[in-house]
């Protein structure tokens, strides 16, 4: 049975660090991509990072500074993935929930079979 367990959000002041936790079982961990999606106050999901191997993306459709601010990488030990957030900013404020699925990444909600819960993120400003 696949299973995605997210953790680690909390509150953090504003261009302060987090790090969220996605541990993933039930998969052979390689064959699968396995992203991190966020939703805001009254806004719709949208895809943040995602993992697949050695290949790393970043969706910056409503914030061009993503890929610069946060890390996507994996403890294959852990068989974890994690989302370092750096810089937080109070629009970062949402639900990040991870997501796995067998294929290429997309930073498309409805591309991932199985889901994990969301953890929620509050930046202070």
């Known amino acids: 049975e696949v299973q995605l367990q997210a953790s680690g959000g909390g509150l953090v002041q504003a261009g302060g660090s987090v790090r969220l936790s996605c541990a993933v079982s039930?998969?052979?961990?390689?064959?699968?991509?396995i992203a991190w999606f966020r939703q805001a106050p009254g806004k719709g999901r949208e895809g943040v990072s995602c993992?697949?191997?050695?290949?790393?993306?970043?969706?910056?459709d409503y914030d061009d500074s993503v890929k610069d601010r946060f890390t996507i990488f994996t403890d294959y030990a852990k068989n974890t993935v994690y989302l370092e957030m750096n810089s937080a900013k109070p629009e970062d404020t949402a639900v990040y929930s991870c997501?796995?699925?067998?294929?290429?990444?997309?930073?498309?909600?409805?591309?991932?079979?199985?889901w994990g819960q969301g953890t929620l993120v509050t930046v202070s400003s």
């Open positions: 997501a796995a699925d067998e294929g290429r990444c997309s930073g498309w909600a409805r591309t991932y079979r199985f």
């Open positions: 039930g998969f052979a961990f390689d064959d699968y991509s």
């Open positions: 993992i697949n191997g050695d290949k790393k993306y970043y969706y910056d």
